[in-house]
Nanobody
Framework: QVQLVESGGGLVQAGGSLRLSCAAS????????????VGWFRQAPGKEREFVAA????????YYADSVKGRFTISRDNTKNTVYLQMNSLKPEDTAVYYCAASSGGSYYYTASYTYWGQGTQVTVSP
């Protein structure tokens, strides 16, 4: 019903910035996406997928992992069915595959709360 596609990843030097996008498409994307919270997760090689940030369906509230607080900003534009993750002051430890996901309920911090997932986009931060 809903497909999520991430974009905007790439290679950047430490201290640089990237903006990731998560676009929803599909027959029910307009009806569903605007009612779902959206989260960003990341997974580095050999590590578990971890929470990065989340935003409520209205965009009125956002949540961040301590490791990215003050550097990353999540936002959404429901008219475009798109969620963004602005990443500033990037560090080598931010290197990972970044995934967006949509949730209809539950804790934003846990992968089990999310129904729809994208395929991921690679972010690599060089020293």
């Amino acid at each position: 019903q809903v497909q999520l596609v991430e974009s905007g990843g790439g290679l950047v030097q430490a201290g640089g910035s990237l903006r990731l996008s998560c676009a929803a498409s599909g027959r029910a994307s307009g009806r569903i996406f605007s009612r779902y919270a959206v989260g960003w997760f990341r997974q580095a090689p050999g590590k578990e997928r971890e929470f990065v940030a989340a935003i409520t369906w209205s965009g009125g509230n956002s949540y961040y992992a301590d490791s990215v607080k003050g550097r990353f900003t999540i936002s959404r534009d429901n008219t475009k069915n798109t969620v963004y993750l602005q990443m500033n002051s990037l560090k080598p430890e931010d290197t990972a595959v970044y995934y967006c996901a949509a949730s209809s309920g539950g804790s934003y911090y846990y992968t089990a709360s999310y129904t729809y997932w994208g395929q991921g986009t690679q972010v690599t931060v060089s020293p």
